[in-house]
């Protein structure tokens, strides 16, 4: 399900396609992950009008019925990579848009795929090559290709956007991706990314290889559960998992007004931007931090202590998330007060001075400890050596006196 690539691989595998199929057996194969995320009501709310996601990914279809008039082609940074003339096939990118901002199309829109946050607008954001496209070799291996993440998400910062969905997949983290994620956050975008699907990879049998972007601080880290809402056995545990969404056989939209059904973590991920969407239209000045904060406080089916490595702190549910965010919405995450250091301005005296590092020598105080027990028991015999002289002083002078 995830090829192993130098630069970067899409996160989810599709299983299986199918030719177009009836509109409305593709609402009705959506039925299930609506109501797990419990959808309807949340659109009671929000259904993300005024919020742009940027999808990272293999480049998206502008004019698939169920996405037309939604969809703003930005740049693409594979470019070179295929030879000219070769036309992106943007299978992955449709489908992962499809499920964050798909509107249906017919009467009213009841038919083909609804996205999480169906009044949502997309920018698409070329930065995968799909396997089968004749430059993924030339793209996976040219270092010239090797930060076009992190291009990619400085490139929708700086276009407007307000999510940032990473349905990919990586083992090895960069510099530049690490200094683009902290510049996305700081302008208050959300990061949403796959944690991967080597779930059948242990590592000393703990937990799965760690993803990037998704393992990166501050990015919402998205496992994937299968229809009882357990972790899919394909998708990864480890402690960067923040919260899980449905993972299996999900439908969703490809080029040329066609409908696919696949599995991953990619799914997943695009199903939780979609909620974070909600989120940031109805609370557009949310911080990412309480905005994650809001996804997994409103969670369901959460593992028993609250958290585990395999769905997180549980299934993104979409209404209570925004219900959650509403209880959030007049906080901030930054401290306030007169003693907080304002990270504008140097610390006070202009430069901080010597820091004293104290080095805890466990045998010394188990001496100092042991001399001072002694000093103890050493001084508590000689007062009682001293009372018992006192006494016998006394006897006497009694003696003496009668």
């Not at 809001?294 to 702190?313: K, N, S, V, W």
């Amino acid at each position: 399900m995830l090829r192993r690539v130098m630069a970067v691989a899409t996160a989810g595998a599709l299983l299986f396609a199918a030719a177009p199929a009836r509109a409305d057996d593709v609402r009705g194969g959506q039925r299930q992950v609506i109501k797990t995320l419990q959808l309807t009501q949340a659109w009671r709310v929000s259904k993300g009008a005024g919020v742009t996601v940027a999808v990272l990914d293999s480049g998206v279809d502008p004019y698939h019925r169920d996405l037309a008039g939604s969809v703003r082609v930005g740049k693409d940074f594979t470019a070179g990579a295929n030879p000219p003339g070769v036309t992106p096939s943007r299978l992955h990118g449709t489908y992962m848009a499809s499920l964050i901002a798909g509107h249906g199309h017919g009467p009213e829109g009841k038919r083909g795929i609804i996205g999480v946050a169906p009044e949502a607008d997309v920018l698409s954001v070329r930065v995968i090559l799909e396997d089968e496209e004749p430059g993924f070799r030339e793209f996976n291996s040219a270092e010239r290709f090797e930060n076009v993440v992190a291009r990619g998400i400085k490139y929708a910062v700086d276009e407007g956007a307000d999510v940032i969905n990473m349905s990919i997949s990586k083992e090895l983290a960069t510099r530049e991706e690490r200094a683009a994620i902290r510049y996305a956050i700081s302008k208050g975008v959300v990061l949403v990314a796959a944690a991967g699907n080597d779930g059948d990879r242990k590592i000393d049998g703990d937990f799965a290889p760690y993803s990037y972007p998704a393992a990166f601080p501050g990015v919402v880290s998205v496992g994937a559960t299968d229809r009882r809402l357990r972790r899919a056995t394909f998708s990864n545990w480890n402690s960067s998992v923040q919260v899980a969404a449905p993972g299996v056989d999900i439908m969703g939209a490809g080029p040329g007004d066609e409908y696919w059904v696949g599995r991953g973590t990619s799914q997943a991920t695009a199903l939780v931007s979609g909620v974070a969407a909600l989120i940031k239209a109805k609370y557009p000045d949310m911080s990412p931090p309480l905005l994650a904060q809001a996804l997994t406080a409103g969670a369901t089916d959460r593992p028993p202590g609250g958290y585990d490595m395999a769905t997180g702190f549980g299934v993104v549910n979409a209404a209570r998330a925004l219900t959650e965010a509403s209880r959030l919405a007049g906080h901030t995450e930054t401290a306030i007060g007169p003693e907080v250091q304002d990270p504008a301005k140097p610390l006070a005296g202009g430069r901080a001075g010597p820091i004293e590092v104290v080095v805890r020598d466990d045998r010394r105080l188990t001496v100092y400890a042991a001399v001072g027990v002694a000093a103890a028991v050493g001084a508590i015999a000689s007062l009682s050596v001293i009372f018992i002289l006192v006494r016998r002083v006394r006897r006497a002078h009694s003696s003496q006196d009668a």
